[in-house]
Every structure is written in C-alpha cells, then in structure tokens.
C-alpha cells in the first residue's frame, strides 16, 4: 500500500503558483536520429529489479495491456497518493544552470515526504540525489547518450516492466536548448497501489525551444510516447507526468498529447491557475481504477537557507485519491 503523507508544507497551491519553471531550462536531449530503446533497471530490497528492458520489452513477460497481474481485488479498495514531479537541474555543474553540486543532497531528504517521485535531469549527481531517499523501490540510471537520459523514479510501492524509451528525433546539439547532447526520452513502469490495483506511470522530458526544428521535434515526441500508450497501456490507468517544454504557445501540440492518450491535466481539472507552466501531473482512469486528484502545489521549501530555489524548476506536486472499481 502506498504511504499517504499529510504533513509536507507545500506552500504554493492552485491559483498561487510561481513563475520559474515556466520557460526554456536548458535541458538536453538525445542523439539525432533514431535511438530507439535503451536499458534500465529498477532496484528494490536486496537489490531486486523491477525489470530491465530493451527495445520497448520488460523483463519477465509481455507489455500487452492487463487490469492486473496479480488478480482482480474481491473487495474495492482505495487510498491516496502523492506524486513529485521535479527537474533537477542536474548537469555537469560546470555547464549547468543551478548549482547542483551543492544543491542536489539539498534536494535528496526533501524527496521523502511523497509516495512517488519522477525527476527529470538527473544526469551527473545520481548518487547524491539518493542518498537520503528512503524509498524502498528506485530506478537505477540509464540511457543512452553521453549523460544517459535523466529520468529516474524513487517509489514506495513496488514497479515492474520498467522500460526506457529515447525520443527519435531531437534538435541541438550545441544550440537550440542542446537537447542531442544526450538521450532524452520517457520511461514507464507498472506500479501497483494496492493487491491487483495497477497504473502505468510515465516520466518524461521533452525538447526544449520554439524554433520550427524544436517544435517539430516535439510534435515528433508526442507521437512517439502516443504510440506507446496505445500498444502497452491500452486499457491501464495512468499517470503521465515530467517537463513537457510547452507553454501558452505549444497549446495545441499539448492538446495532442491529452486527446491522444485520453489524459487529463492535473493542473487544469483542479483549475490551479498555472495552466501553462511547462512541467505536468496528467493522469487517466480506467475500467478498474479512478484517480482523482484533490490537490495541485508548486512546493516552495526546495529551497536552500537564503530561500533561493534548488533547481531552475520548481517542484510540482499533485495529491490523488485513487479507488478500485
């Protein structure tokens, strides 16, 4: 079951969010051309996996869309969970934006007060964002490129046929938000919040910039992951969250992405007053499972002593109840 925490102070809620994080972060990207899958593995107690993949395959069995795996619940069941999605800002601190060699370990303790986290951008400081996550279930680095694809996960409930996936097609690699420096993509694991309740959770990081190249290589994106969903989570609830690097002027690539994958943004359901802000908590239900979000927050305390943010992002968290049905 998944740990419900009340106590974070989240000090920035719908209607009330900050700007940072709205904009360009200067994120990086995958080789241009076609990449296709890299491999990732997600480690548990004892260093047990939570699948490693290849090509778009999980380990241990097919992809192909199932209410559950471990049998249907005979009584509902429901709960809450709180999701993190944070860009890091973890480049080399030498060509970085923030200072994450100081702020990362910052970052790290903080992670604990949500049952998931999905971070975007941990490239260079791995071991210092873990250090203090005291979640029992976290992905292990990965991805192809110079600095693998940034995306990792620290969950407090168990995840299997966890895969990466490397964007296709990208723009830049010195210039245009140097998003082919190395491989972004998304990744997806099958979560389970409570005995048979399961959700496909997808992070990801999109390419950055607005020139024609950058908003075609993302429209490219869009359909990549869109394809995705339709093959291994057809009939799966999901949460779909990560920096999508589309603001007020991407409205349309973003309404997409929604349609196509029949999501529903976190941000607009609740009318939090951001509706723009480039990094996202989308969710959709199925037959079996409602997700219903009940709280949207920008959690300001990603802050070090003199209140400056930790990241060039700010921390976006969403509360969902979930229910099986």
């Known amino acids: 079951m998944w740990r419900v925490i009340l106590g974070a102070v989240l000090v920035s809620g719908c209607g009330d969010a900050g700007d940072a994080g709205s904009g360009d972060a200067g994120s990086t990207g995958g080789t241009t051309g ?107 680095p990965g991805g192809g490129g110079t600095l693998g694809d940034g995306l990792n996960r620290f969950s407090l409930s168990e995840f299997e046929g966890f895969e990466r996936n490397g964007w296709v097609e990208c723009n830049g690699v010195v210039d245009s938000g140097s998003d082919c420096l190395t491989e972004k993509g998304f990744s997806v694991g099958l979560h389970e919040l409570g005995p048979g309740v399961e959700v496909d959770v997808y992070n990801f990081h999109m390419d950055a910039g607005g020139s ?33 690097n589309m603001d007020e002027e991407d409205e349309a690539d973003l309404v997409t992405l929604l349609e196509g994958a029949g999501l529903t943004d976190a941000c607009r359901e609740l009318a939090c007053g951001d509706e723009f802000r480039i990094d996202r908590i989308m969710f959709r239900n199925s037959g079996g499972i409602e997700l219903t979000p009940t709280s949207w927050l920008v959690d300001l305390t990603f802050a070090d002593d003199e209140g400056e943010q930790l990241s060039d992002h700010e921390a976006v968290v969403v509360e969902f109840d979930w229910a099986s049905r």
């Not at 593995?41 to 699948?51: K, N």
């Not at 950058?214 to 990560?242: C, H, K, N, P, W």
């Open 34 to 140: 076609a990449i296709g899958t890299s491999t990732g593995e997600a480690t548990g107690p004892g260093g047990t996996t939570g699948g490693a993949s290849g090509s778009g395959e999980s380990e241990g069995g097919s992809t192909e869309a199932s209410e559950s795996s471990t049998g249907t619940p005979t009584e509902p069941q429901s709960g809450m969970l709180s999701v993190l999605s944070y860009n890091v800002a973890g480049l080399p601190d030498a060509i970085s934006g923030s200072n994450p060699l100081v702020n990362t370990p910052l970052i790290s303790p903080r992670l604990n007060a949500f049952d998931l986290v999905l971070v975007q951008e941990d490239f260079s400081y791995h071991a210092e964002l873990s250090a203090d996550a005291e979640h029992p279930f976290q992905s292990m």
């Open 212 to 244: 024609d190249e950058d908003i075609a290589a993302r429209q490219a994106q869009i359909e990549q992951m869109l394809a995705t969903i339709a093959t291994r989570s057809a009939d799966r609830a999901l949460i779909v969250a990560g920096d999508t």
